[in-house]
């Protein structure tokens, strides 16, 4: 499967931005979807991640109630809605997909999508 991702831009402390990632040529629906993030000199680490079906949604901790991932199987999209962003969320983030139902480590994915930069200025 094939992953664009796009939405990154550069924003102030505290406002929203929503990236989204485009599927093709591959069943979507049989895809658990997943963001993670990369900070320039840092490791990628694991943003978030939901299930084939949207029924089960994982966050890393420094997100959660601030970031929200969900996805449209009819369209073949994941989105990321990112609230009340700071600083350390600046990073180039990565869509990726996997057929395990879900995971949060960087080598279960087998698809990944080119990244979109967001940065967050104080």
């Known amino acids: 499967v094939q992953l664009q991702a796009s939405g990154g831009g550069r924003v102030q402390a505290g406002a929203s931005l929503t990236l989204s990632c485009a599927a093709s040529?591959?069943?979507?629906?049989?895809?658990?979807m997943a963001w993670f993030r990369q900070a320039p000199g840092k490791e990628r680490e694991f943003v978030a991640v939901?299930?084939?079906?949207?029924?089960?949604?994982s966050y890393l901790d420094s997100v959660k109630g601030r970031f929200t991932i969900s996805r449209d199987n009819a369209q073949n999209l994941v989105h990321l809605q990112m609230n009340s962003l700071r600083p350390e969320d600046t990073a180039v983030y990565y869509c990726?997909?996997?057929?395990?139902?879900?995971?949060?480590?960087?080598?279960?994915?087998?698809?990944w999508g080119q990244g979109t930069l967001v940065t967050v200025s104080s």
């Open positions: 990726a997909a996997t057929l395990r139902n879900a995971a949060t480590t960087p080598s279960a994915f087998d698809s």
């Open positions: 040529g591959g069943s979507f629906s049989s895809l658990a």
């Open positions: 939901i299930s084939r079906k949207g029924l089960f949604t």
